[in-house]
Structures are given as C-alpha cells and as structure tokens.
C-alpha cells in the first residue's frame, strides 16, 4: 500500500510500505477514504517544530473498518468510522472524567510503531477509544467532507467555544481565520452566541466565515483588531475570546479584546508566546482556559448536527487532492493558497 512520508523540511513523498496488520487483539484495521492536512502539520513542514525524517504523517481520517481484533467492541467489519487525532483507550480515568486527549495510554498518529492517516489503510490501537462508528445509512458521499473534520478542527472550534464558555446570547470574537478558527465561528454559533468578530485580513476566509455565523468581520491585526472591537463594544469587550493561532500576537488581541469578568478559550498550539500576564487575569477577573481538544468526548455530542445538516463546516476544504500529489496539497497550504487541503486515496 502507499502511504506519505515525512522527510525532511518542505519535503513530504508518497511510498509503498507495508500493509498494517492485527497485532493485538484491540487493534483494528481501517481502510482510509478521506484523509486530511492540518494547520499543525505545517509546523514540522516548515521545520519549525522537530519530526524524523521517514516518519508516516497525518491525524485527521476516517474510512471503512477492514478487520478487528477479538476484543474490538466499537466497531465491526464494513463499518464507516472516524477516528480522533489522539488514540485513547477511553476507559482510563482522564477518559472517563471527559479528558481524551490526556488519556493515560495516549498515542499520536504517526508516532513510532503507529501509522499515520494520510495513507491507504492504518493499524488502529486501542479501537475501542478510537474509532468512532457514522450511521452509513445517514451518509452520502457529499457528506464526507462535512464528517472529516470531526477527527480534529471542528471538534477543535468547539473546545475553544466551550473553553470560553460561548452559550446563548455571548459576545464573542475568533482570533484565527484558519480552518480552527471558521470552524470556532460555526460552533459559537451552534451554541447560541449572538454576535461573533471574526478577526480576518483574507476575503476568502472572511466569506467562509459569514456563512460559519461571524457578524463582524474585523479586516485589522492586533492593536489595530483590539481597538475596532472595544469600540464596537462600547469599550466593554467581549464576553468569550477564542484564541485559535497560538502566538504572541493572537495572545495579545484575546487579552485585549475580552471583558473583565469574560473567558479566554485556547486551542492554538503555543509557539513563542509570552506568559499569561497574571496581573490583568487576576484584576479583571478573566477565565483562561484551553489546549488539545477532548475529540472522543465531543464526537457524540457533535455527529449528530452533522449528519442532520445543521453543522456543515465542508466549506473550509477548498482544494482536494489524490494521495500521490498530496506534496502539491502541503505546498497550497503553506503558501496560503488554500484554507484546507482533502485527500483521497
Ligand atoms: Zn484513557
């Protein structure tokens, strides 16, 4: 089978490896059919963030169950799954207290001995925490593309919602007009929020974001975004700032922009950014909250709107590509060309 491969800075290849296997009794066996590329693989892309060269990629993909292991529960041959982008066993006591993604047996797709998504089939570990099964009878294939991102972004959008505790009637403005970020528009909305900022400087992103929900787009960065939103607040903020970049800069515009007394919801993966200035939490009284989302633990709650068609976030693929150019697919995406790049094998 062909699966891509990691090797080095700017350099992702398509190579036959060997077709996974059974190797204990609960793996299971998935044939991929949609598979995607994440803002965050573009870290070790760009080399900014340490991987091995020769290492499988990819943690966002779903696809058909081809075999199980005798103690796989979860799901059964010929089923339809996703499968979050942390492998969890789901009966450890993070899993049980709702914490997935701080699963005592957690593994990472791609990690040594562990397959990676972006490929034509992967070995699944603990099956029974990780393969979530989508009722095919509900599906159709013009539905896949709103499924996929329940492996990771759209559970990612809510958990900074949810961290930010958005709910009806909440004031609210997206740091991130990335694929996280759209999608934390689509669920502020999905939470009842009424007016949601969306901070974006692309037209396209923009427009994504308008039919996500956002009411005010924000065409400014940092000082200049701050100001924009306290003015149209009446220099009060807002009640959730959704923190979906992870830098200096996007750090800054949640602190600048969020009410005493509001919440600041974190999912941007950190890179160089300062500490949490612990004077202005503690005087305004402000709620910080956030890092990888709990995808297991959503799931359930979230399948449900998808299939229904009331959370479609499909939009945020703009460009699909096969396996083989999945190289083409990594280039689009750091180069800004596209929000999201699809690949089918
Ligand atoms: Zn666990």
């Not at 963030?49 to 010929?78: D, L, Y």
Request: glycine share 12%; with cysteine.
């Amino acid at each position: 089978m062909k699966a891509a491969i990691f090797q080095g800075k700017g350099k992702i290849e398509v190579q036959e490896v060997s077709d996974p296997v059974i190797q204990k009794p609960d793996d299971a066996i998935v044939r991929i059919t949609h598979s995607c590329i994440c803002g965050s693989d573009l870290w070790y892309y760009r080399g900014l963030s340490p991987r091995k060269a020769g290492s499988r990629i990819g943690h966002e993909s779903m696809g058909i169950v081809e075999a199980v292991g005798t103690e796989v529960k979860s799901a059964r041959v010929g089923d339809l799954v996703v499968m979050p982008f942390f492998i969890s066993d789901g009966t450890c006591p993070e899993c049980l207290a709702g914490m997935p993604a701080a699963c005592r047996n957690r593994m990472s797709w791609g990690d040594a001995g562990v397959d990676g998504g972006q490929g034509e089939r992967v070995r699944v570990p603990l099956a029974n925490g990780t393969l979530f099964v989508i009722p095919k009878d509900k599906v159709t294939d013009r539905m896949m593309p709103a499924l996929l991102p329940l492996s990771d972004v759209l559970c990612t959008g809510h958990h900074a919602a949810v961290c930010a505790e958005v709910k009806q009637g909440s004031t609210v403005v997206v740091v991130g007009d990335g694929a996280v970020g759209l999608c934390a528009v689509a669920a502020s909305k999905r939470l009842g929020a009424s007016r949601i900022f969306l901070v974006s400087t692309h037209e396209d992103r923009a427009a994504i974001g308008r039919k996500f929900g956002a009411t005010d787009i924000v065409a400014e960065r940092g000082d200049d975004a701050v100001e924009q939103i306290r003015k149209a607040t009446d220099n009060l903020g807002v009640d959730s700032a959704l923190e979906c970049v992870g830098t200096a800069e996007s750090w800054n515009t949640a602190f600048g922009v969020v009410r005493a007394g509001g919440n600041i919801g974190a999912v941007g993966v950190p890179h160089e950014v300062p500490d949490i200035p612990i004077v202005k939490f503690f005087w305004f009284n402000i709620g910080v909250k956030g890092g990888p989302a709990p995808v297991a633990h959503y799931i359930p709650e979230l399948m449900p709107d998808v299939l229904s068609g009331k959370l479609d976030v499909s939009a945020i693929f703009t460009k699909t590509v096969p396996l083989s150019d999945i190289a083409e697919g990594y280039k689009a995406m750091d180069e800004r060309k596209e929000i999201k790049v699809l690949v089918k094998p």
